[in-house]
């Protein structure tokens, strides 16, 4: 509260914020604050010893790095990719001065979901039982649960692909895709989420196709592609801008390389086989795969050209990244110099010399 005699202002009241530290998860967070609630704390009031009165204290929310927050309309407010990482997400009210009648206004109110998003570098996309959980664990550490029936990875699993240089590469097994994945049947958007916090994607396919059931129509290795594409598209067209590599798995079928000739053939020209399809199921844009590699997670058939694709694709994406930053660097840099070098000297400035010749 301000102090109306003297003309004082009351202290600002604190804001809430969302920061992020790595050792945070989200069971610590709700074991620590079950009530859910954040209040900031209250803006001193004015005095005679002191007219300003101090800023309230402010409420810090630590939360797990790779969180998203976003408001009760499902508005993104802004994502925490970093240790220590913040977020504003409700402000404190000014305190009592004299356009306020010297009384303070209240602070924002505000409900916040905190969403956790994986971050990895490669991504595996594939409809259930395409084998991606075997791949996994053939190409990392990694030892998730593989059986022989759909939805076996019920959560994201994380592993790593150590090369001889000790680089590191993580690689996300995410659940698998179900056709109207976008609507949110299956897993839906507990998996599309975390694609979009991935640098590339890896789809993984069956060369002999896919059948979730009895009751469902039996898909080709190249209609996979094309309604993993679609459902893609339809839950967020930049996910189809990442890089993308193709492994055809299980290629110690039988008849797995006739099958793998056809489905070459469909992905050089894809167009003339669209018509296939209803029109409700092709993408806007087909997917281009920077390499396509033909595997066996069960003989380790291609792993190590797998991997050495992935890490190559990678690679190629960093330094075109680095690039484009030192062009538009050097593009800020060129034109900050053409302004310097351009802009006419101020009466100001002129006024200024002759004072100090003076």
Not at 127 to 138: D, E, H, R, Y
Not at 143 to 165: S, V
Not at 330 to 344: I, K, R
Request: proline content about 4%; charged content about 25%; overall charge positive.
């Amino acid at each position: 509260m301000g102090y109306p005699r003297l003309g004082g202002e009351g202290g600002k009241g604190g804001d809430v914020w969302v920061v992020a530290h790595n050792k945070m998860t989200l069971k610590q967070l709700k074991d620590k604050y079950p009530k859910k609630r954040f209040v900031a704390g209250e803006g001193a009031n004015s005095r005679v010893s002191a007219l300003k009165g101090s800023k309230g204290k402010d409420c810090e929310i630590p939360v797990p790095v790779g969180i998203s927050v976003t408001d009760e309309n499902g508005k993104i407010i802004g994502e925490l990719n970093k240790e220590k990482d913040r977020i504003l997400v409700a402000e404190g009210g000014l305190g009592g001065k004299l356009f306020t009648n010297f009384l303070p206004l209240k602070g924002q109110k505000r409900v916040i979901h905190l969403d956790l998003k994986l971050i990895a570098d490669v991504g595996l996309v594939g409809f259930p039982n395409a084998g991606k959980s075997s791949l996994l664990s053939q190409i990392s550490h990694a030892k998730p649960a593989i059986a022989d029936y759909a939805f076996t990875t019920l959560k994201p699993e994380l592993g790593k692909i150590m090369y001889n240089d000790f680089k590191q590469i993580s690689v996300a097994d995410l659940p698998g895709l179900i056709e109207g994945a976008h609507v949110n049947k299956g897993m839906g958007h507990k998996f599309l989420k975390h694609i979009e916090r991935t640098k590339q994607l890896l789809f993984v396919v069956d060369i002999s196709g896919f059948q979730l059931s009895s009751q469902t129509q039996y898909r080709t290795a190249f209609e996979t592609i094309i309604l993993l594409t679609k459902e893609l598209e339809l839950y967020k067209e930049e996910v189809q801008t990442k890089p993308a590599l193709l492994a055809v798995n299980k290629m110690d079928l039988p008849d797995a390389q006739d099958k793998f000739r056809v489905l070459m053939n469909q992905l050089q020209n894809p167009k003339d086989f669209l018509h296939l399809f209803e029109k409700n199921m092709i993408p806007a844009r087909t997917m281009e795969f920077q390499h396509i590699i033909p595997i066996s997670a069960i003989t380790r058939e291609g792993i190590d050209e797998l991997k050495n694709c992935i890490r190559k694709s990678l690679d190629e994406h960093a330094n075109q990244e680095n690039d484009a930053y030192h062009k538009k660097q050097l593009l800020n840099l060129h034109v900050s110099n053409t302004v310097s070098y351009s802009e006419p000297q101020s009466k100001n400035a002129l006024t200024s010399s002759r004072m100090d010749r003076i």
